[in-house]
């Protein structure tokens, strides 16, 4: 009887170290940024990731347009048994937000819309500049330190 325990213990454990790994593999996200500058002066900045989303790239005709990888820093450590299940299914994903600008580096050099346009009035004039990453599918997976991005475009026809 303690054998059955203690292999069942054994098998749980094994399971619980498993489901670890699974959660930081190829995990697909959208991600987009816009930034508003007016008269060289920042007005206003959207990061956002998504949950992770069950796979476009698979159904639709999108194809690999970028890949790059990033080192991590001062992510919580897998190895640590007190680290909650619940925090390790999000770790990607806060891996994602905390390397916001290294992330969004990796995704201008995919692709960018700029809109810039000059306002003149009495007095002078306006300037106001508009970077836009429209809602992008990236696959991402964490390795160690090493947080690993495929940035994927629809396929023109």
């Known amino acids: 009887m303690r054998f059955f325990l203690f292999l069942y213990f054994l098998l749980c454990f094994l399971g619980v170290s498993l489901h670890a790994l699974n959660p930081l593999e190829d995990q697909e996200f959208l991600i987009s940024y816009r930034l508003k500058i007016v008269d060289s002066r920042v007005m206003g900045e959207e990061y956002s990731v998504s949950k992770p989303i069950v796979s476009r790239i698979k159904t639709a005709p999108y194809v690999l347009d970028y890949h790059c990888s990033i080192i991590t820093h001062n992510l919580p450590d897998l190895k640590n ?17 905390k390397e916001k600008e290294r992330v969004i580096d990796c995704i ?3 692709q960018v819309a700029i809109t810039h346009y000059d306002h003149s009035y009495k007095n002078g ?21 090493a947080l690993f991005l495929d940035i994927f475009r629809k396929e023109e026809e």
């Not at 925090?87 to 806060?94: G, K, V």
């Open 81 to 97: 048994p007190l680290l909650p299940i619940k925090l390790e299914r999000f770790l990607l994903e806060i891996a994602l937000k």
């Open 108 to 110: 201008l050099k995919s």
């Open 125 to 145: 004039t306006t300037t106001t500049s508009i970077l836009n990453l429209k809602a992008l599918s990236v696959r991402a997976s964490l390795v160690g330190d």
